[in-house]
């Protein structure tokens, strides 16, 4: 950046999810809006109304925001095009946040790093689920020694997805609705026929946060193929890691169970666990202070802090992907969550559902850097709590102490 411009010069491409990223960088002080991106009108329109008198051109293509020569781009179109779109905008000269998966393919990934390398550009993956709060104190923990070496790490997302049919208007609704209105016009979504397990970055990206690891070995299988409204895509799918470290890191996502949605995440010590379940809301935790009839502590760590902003979307996460982006960029470090980060991510997930497809099989998950993986920088930009709120007993709803 040059040293003397003051503010990150944001476009928007895909106004559906973009229009989050939109919201959340006219809230970064650092950050100015200068223009978006969307094919349908719709989304268009809906932008119009959140930017209101603000001087930000909306345009039509892609080609057209490139022009205006942002410092970065900020892709939320749909997963298949992700990889071409952030390849597009760094070789036109601007950063990337991409949204998740990011890519599609492994051959995706390694060109998506391929351009990073060559253009100087920085990428980061617009991963949400690294900044849940409760994540930092569980980093913390560990680096107190608080569980002794975690074994096993778990994670699931539990997501109902239904809609999987697209009208040229951008409208979406479920094969029961198509015929029960008598339509047509429906196409596929990107994620009608997506495995599940690729779209698990929410769950294994936290967790290798967390244990500062990467995933070196997979294996995956698929559930049944019940569901009617998706007939395109197993029910769910379990991916069971094994990490660079040697802990076993257990995956499962489902976007066809009627339910409301969660993310669950728990960790498995030699002396020690911890829990967090979103509809909860805190942590419950077992360190090797505790007796096993003293039962779990209550600690009451959540998705954000304190002063965190939770109307930013998906519980105050959201504001932390523009924010922190914002400040890499123009401090000049390298962004949380960059590219080699978003492979060891994304890559599992491909190759998890390369897997399934196999019956099981075992595979290996290379490293695309050019030299060994060293650690994460993700804990040197956000930072870890210095003190712990209080833990209290826990005390289940049946008034039973566990």
């Not at 973009?18 to 268009?44: I, K, Q, S, W, Y």
């Not at 990206?205 to 690891?213: I, T």
């Not at 949605?261 to 498995?268: D, I, K, M, Q, T």
């Not at 930013?312 to 924010?323: C, L, N, Q, V």
Request: include cysteine.
């Amino acid at each position: 950046m040059n040293a003397t411009q003051q503010k990150l010069k944001v476009g928007i491409l895909g106004l559906r999810r973009g229009l989050t990223h939109v919201r959340n960088f006219l809230n970064v002080e650092d950050a100015e809006v200068m223009a978006c991106a969307d094919r349908a009108g719709p989304p268009r329109e809906r932008a119009k109304a959140v930017l209101g008198d603000r001087p930000v051109k909306i345009v039509g293509e892609f080609e057209e925001l490139l022009e205006l020569k942002p410092d970065a781009v900020a892709i939320s179109t749909n997963g298949r095009c992700q990889a071409a779109h952030a390849i597009q905008a760094m070789e036109a000269g601007c950063h990337v946040l991409s949204e998740v998966p990011g890519a599609f393919t492994q051959e995706e990934i390694v060109h998506i790093v391929a351009t990073a390398e060559r253009t100087g550009k920085q990428y980061m993956l617009a991963e949400n689920s690294c900044f849940l709060d409760f994540l930092r104190y569980w980093r913390k923990w560990i680096r107190e020694d608080r569980f002794g070496a975690i074994s096993i790490a778990d994670g699931e997302y539990l997501h109902y997805l239904p809609a999987t049919l697209e009208a040229p208007d951008g409208s979406r609704f479920s094969p029961t609705q198509a015929r029960a209105e008598g339509r047509g016009d429906g196409i596929p979504t990107w994620r009608a026929d997506q495995p599940p397990i690729q779209y698990l970055t929410h769950d294994l990206g936290p967790l290798l946060n967390v244990l500062d690891d990467r995933v070196v070995s997979v294996t995956c299988k698929d559930g049944p193929w019940w569901q009617i409204e998706a007939p395109l895509r197993a029910d769910g799918q379990i991916a069971l890691f094994q990490t660079a470290k040697g802990s076993l890191i257990r995956i499962l996502v489902t976007l066809n169970t009627p339910r409301p949605g969660a993310h669950n995440y728990r960790l498995f010590g030699t002396f020690g666990s911890a829990e967090w379940y979103s509809h909860e809301g805190f942590c419950r935790r077992f360190d090797r202070t505790r007796e096993e009839e003293d039962g779990w502590e209550r600690v009451d760590i959540g998705s954000a802090a304190r002063d965190d902003d939770k109307s930013s979307g998906h519980g105050g996460t959201d504001i932390k992907t523009a924010y922190y982006f914002t400040k890499a960029i123009l401090e000049g470090k390298t962004v949380p969550i960059d590219v080699y980060r978003m492979c060891d991510f994304t890559l599992p997930g491909i190759l998890a559902a390369r897997s399934a497809a196999l019956g099981g099989q075992p595979l290996s998950v290379p490293d695309v850097r050019r030299k060994p993986f060293e650690g994460t920088n993700f804990w040197e930009h956000v930072g870890l709590p210095e003190e712990d709120p209080e833990g209290t007993k826990y005390v289940s709803d049946m008034g039973t102490k566990y």
